[in-house]
Structures are given as structure tokens and as C-alpha cells.
């Protein structure tokens, strides 16, 4: 009997020993911005709460600062399957479709229960259209409101007319035309340079890339004007993410919801810290005169008015979504 029991575990042993062992998942995650953006530190943690999860069995590794793919390679890429998911500023997307660029609208909303309200609108659409191109939504998170950064101070609207001005979206470069400024699009981590070489002398971006940036090397002034929150996107390519066993997909889901919450907290504390960084290194912060709120503020209608055109029906219901929830 002994015989027989030890016998019975000895090939209980060398069948688990030759069974194959749980097959990991590898993942390649490209973003555009460096480690020390908040929104790249969120990713990071989105990686390792994933990696928990799944008990490793799910392993995202980040590669930041556009050194994978480039931002705009980034959804493309995710979309041919050479990355299985990715990060982009939504508004990148403008192009395609108006809808994705609902939230770089100026001063429609300039707050973070207001951008709340008006992704809360616009995600069903969003999804939707991601969808139809075989990627999933995750997630998203906003950059804290965007600002002014000048060499020197600026009270009079006629005074940004002929301005070289760092465009990222095609948001920005409608309003740099509004305001009469020369757009020439720039991406993050070029802006030391575009500035060094004069391609620009003015742009209009969150504190935290501001500081991430050293905006204080070439700008003097800050001028806080908090015209939109616009987001960042983390999506997944759709065929990927239904390859995943079931208890993966769900633990990537939950960490995805979890990173979302996380990510709202991280951008409204970094907002107030980050704006202090800027005053600690030299520039000065002040609030827009009354002119160039004026200025501002109408330009903002224009391109409400004109998102409102291009974006037809679609648009119109994220609006009133948007307004109803306020």
C-alpha cells in the first residue's frame, strides 16, 4: 500500500513537472511623454497593478517618450497590431473625425467637473468610433488647463498678431489664427528647441508640461488662463485584448477604471504644484487682463460655433449631454 501511494505521487509530481508552464503575455506599450509626466507615471502604475493582477501573466512594458513610435505613429501602429496598446492626446484626432477633438474646444470646458461633464458626453462617441477601427477604449485622463507662456507679458490682444506660436492639435492652430499668431505644430518634446531656434516664441500648454519642458529656459511669463482640459487616451487593439483568457481581460479592464480615477486625482493636484514649480524657477504668473479674457472668450464661441458645423448632429448631442449634465 505504501508502495503504491508513493508510486502514485512520484507520477502525480512528473506529470505537473511536464505540463507546459502558464504562457505569459509580453505587451509593447509606446506613449509620447517622459517619465516624469504625471500622466506617464499613471501608466506606469496602470503596468503594475496589471502585472499584480495577472500574476505576471499579463506584462506591459511601457516605452515612453515617443522612443517605440512616435505620437503620430502611435494609433496606427496600435491599430495594425505592432503595439497591442498605446497612449495619444485624443485631439490629435481631429482630423478624422470632429468629435475627437470635443474637449481642446476654448473655454467650453475650463474646469474638472466641466471636462468631467463633457467626457462623460462625448466617451460613448468616442468608443464608437475607435471601435469601428478595431481599437478599444481604456481609459482617459486630462492634462490640467492650458495656458499662455510669453516672453514677456501681454495685455493687448493686437499684440499676439504675427506671433510664431507652438501648435499641437488642430485646435490650437485654429485658435492661433484667430488671434492673428503663426502656428507651427511642435510636439512636446521639441518645444526647448522650436523656442532656441525661434520657431516659436509663444504656446499655449498645461503647467506640467510646462515644467517638464523647463519652460522658465525661454518664457518669462504665465498667463493663466485655463482654457481647456484636453485628454489623453489609452487604448487597446480590439483583437488583442479578446486574445487575452478572460480573468486578463477583466483585470485589465479593472486597472484600466482604476488609472482613470487615479489619473483625474493626479492632474488636479498637479495643476496648483506645477504652477508653483514655474514662479520657483523665475517666471512670472499672472491672471489675463480684461482685454485678452474678451479676445479670448470670443474666440472660443467662434470655434464652438464652427465645431458645432463641421461635428453636425453628433456634435450637437454631446453638447446638449454636456449642458444638461451641468
Known amino acids: 500500500m505504501t508502495l503504491t501511494l508513493r508510486s502514485l505521487a512520484f507520477a502525480t509530481t512528473a506529470m505537473a513537472l511536464a505540463l507546459p508552464a502558464a504562457a505569459q503575455t509580453a505587451w509593447d506599450m509606446p506613449t509620447p511623454y517622459g517619465d516624469t509626466v504625471f500622466h506617464t507615471q499613471n501608466i506606469l502604475s496602470f503596468a503594475d497593478d496589471v502585472r499584480e493582477a495577472t500574476g505576471g501573466q499579463l506584462d506591459i512594458t511601457v516605452h515612453s517618450a515617443g522612443s517605440l513610435f512616435g505620437h503620430p505613429e502611435i494609433k496606427d501602429a496600435v491599430r495594425r497590431g505592432l503595439a497591442p496598446i498605446g497612449e495619444i492626446l485624443l485631439s490629435r484626432l481631429a482630423n478624422e473625425n470632429p468629435v475627437f477633438e470635443a474637449d481642446s474646444i476654448p473655454f467650453l470646458a475650463d474646469s474638472y467637473a466641466d471636462a468631467q461633464a463633457l467626457w462623460d458626453a462625448s466617451r460613448p462617441a468616442v468608443e464608437e468610433l ?97 482654457a481647456w482640459l484636453p485628454k489623453n487616451v489609452v487604448f487597446v487593439n480590439t483583437e488583442a485584448l479578446n486574445a487575452l483568457p478572460e480573468d486578463q481581460r477583466a483585470a485589465l479592464l479593472e486597472a484600466a477604471a482604476t488609472a482613470e480615477a487615479r489619473g483625474w486625482e493626479m492632474s488636479a493636484s498637479e495643476t496648483e504644484v506645477q504652477i508653483a514649480e514655474l514662479e520657483n524657477n523665475g517666471m512670472t504668473i499672472v491672471q489675463p487682463s480684461e482685454a485678452l479674457s474678451a479676445a479670448l472668450a470670443a474666440a472660443g464661441e467662434t470655434m464652438t460655433a464652427a465645431w458645432l458645423e463641421r461635428a453636425g448632429e453628433q456634435g450637437a448631442a454631446i453638447v446638449e449631454a454636456y449642458q444638461a449634465a451641468q
Open 130 to 226: 475607435l471601435a469601428e477601427q478595431g481599437l478599444t477604449l481604456l481609459y482617459a485622463v486630462p492634462w490640467p488647463g492650458q495656458s499662455l507662456y510669453l516672453t514677456e507679458e501681454v495685455t493687448d490682444p493686437a499684440e499676439l498678431q504675427g506671433v510664431a506660436f507652438r501648435a499641437y492639435n488642430t485646435a490650437t492652430e485654429e485658435l492661433a489664427n484667430i488671434l492673428g499668431m503663426v502656428p507651427t505644430q511642435v510636439e512636446a518634446g521639441d518645444i526647448p528647441t522650436a523656442f532656441a531656434t525661434g520657431r516659436v516664441s509663444a504656446m499655449m500648454t498645461s503647467p506640467s508640461t510646462g515644467v517638464s519642458s523647463q519652460a522658465w529656459d525661454y518664457t518669462n511669463v504665465y498667463i493663466d488662463v485655463n
